[in-house]
């Protein structure tokens, strides 16, 4: 089973960007519709973008469209996700996740059961 492994996050002011990054270990990661989500204090963890096997295709929520780019390089078993215009309620823990579903509509967390540890990114107004 794939491991995951968060980084990039920090603090940022808002319009400013980040990229994030997971790392996977295992040699199963290609397999794997990968996902972001995101958990802000006393909130339910909260989906962000989707990415298919191969890259092909991506989903976001309404809430991050246009702003963030979510990209895959299964040669280096990598995920990254791009955030630009980052807005004060862009705060959160942010977690990388693989799942075996093929919909990437299918946005609740227990679609995804391989989770990272989440790194935090806070964004201030």
């Known amino acids: 089973q794939v491991q995951l492994v968060e980084s990039g996050g920090g603090l940022v002011q808002a319009g400013g960007s980040l990229r994030l990054s997971c790392a996977a270990s295992g040699r199963t990661f290609s397999s794997y519709t990968m996902g972001w989500f995101r958990q802000a204090p006393g909130k339910e963890r909260q989906f962000v973008a989707a990415i298919s096997r191969g890259g092909l295709h991506t989903y976001y929520a309404d809430s991050v469209k246009g702003r963030f780019t979510l990209s895959r390089d299964d040669a280096k078993r990598a995920l990254y996700l791009q955030m630009n215009s980052l807005k004060p309620e862009d705060t959160a823990v942010y977690y990388c996740?693989?799942?075996?579903?093929?919909?990437?509509?299918?946005?609740?967390?227990?679609?995804?059961?391989?989770w990272g540890q989440g790194t935090q990114v806070t964004v201030s107004s």
């Open positions: 996740a693989a799942g075996p579903l093929w919909d990437l509509t299918r946005t609740t967390p227990d679609e995804y059961n391989v």
